[in-house]
């Protein structure tokens, strides 16, 4: 084959890869990010404000408009811990938010120059909690001996239980870019805003503890920045 014939081919199946990514045609993605909750000194340290999200997702892409649905896994490791000013020491909480989601979105994709190998545009997404995980984390008691010369008996006790009640949605809204990677394929880079109606989960706390006693609730959100 000669070099025209070689320059000829390569350049049909340069054309045959911008039309594949014109065209409206389903797709599959994985993607991965951070959240960074909206409270970031609501706990002890500022670590505990960042969790986590990744999943496989399906897409089919009409004109400027793409249609999602995937099953993702979002975590948040670390643990909270709150604190009771009349005791001046913090208690253990958990999360509460380790779920299996269904995220179900939209995406308004506008396209930049003649060769469309980059785009932009904004997203929404609800997001369903469909399978809620930790759930031994839900009830739970602690005990805490103070030092020096504070006997046993006013050792801090402490209980929690979450309601049975919570919130099964958490929405995204945000703006992404999306860049023209191996040929026929695309690297998006989300930016979004999480938040909810309704926590996705309430502990009620009950505390004992050198003579005194008291009662508060821990709502665990899924909120805040979320970069994907």
Do not use: C
Not at 56 to 78: A, C, D, Q, T, V
Not at 183 to 198: D, T
């Amino acid at each position: 084959m000669s070099d025209d014939h070689r320059r000829v081919a390569r350049w049909n199946r340069q054309e045959q890869y911008q039309n594949m990514i014109r065209e409206d045609v389903g797709y599959l993605f994985y993607n991965g990010g951070w959240r960074i909750e909206s409270e970031p000194d609501k706990v002890e340290s500022s670590y505990s404000n960042w969790s986590g999200t990744h999943g496989l997702n399906y897409g089919y892409r009409k004109s400027n408009l793409s249609y999602e649905i995937g099953l993702n896994f979002i975590y948040h490791s670390p643990d909270d811990f709150f604190y009771i000013p009349e005791l001046d020491h913090y208690v253990y909480s958990p999360s509460g938010i380790n779920s299996l989601i269904v995220p179900i979105g939209i995406r308004f994709n506008i396209p930049v120059g003649e060769k469309e190998k980059f785009r932009f545009g904004a997203n929404f997404a609800v997001n369903w909690i469909a399978i809620p995980l930790g759930k031994n984390n839900e009830s739970g008691r602690g005990v805490y001996y103070w030092q020096g010369d504070v006997p046993a008996s006013d050792r801090l006790v402490y209980t929690w239980e979450a309601d049975k009640q919570r919130s099964r949605f958490f929405f995204k809204a945000g703006i992404h870019g999306e860049l023209q990677f191996l040929k026929s394929s695309f690297l998006i880079f989300q930016v979004s805003r999480a938040f909810m109606l309704n926590p996705a989960v309430t502990f009620n706390y009950e505390w004992t503890g050198k003579g005194q006693s008291g009662s508060f609730q821990v709502e665990s959100v899924i909120d805040g920045y979320m970069f994907e």
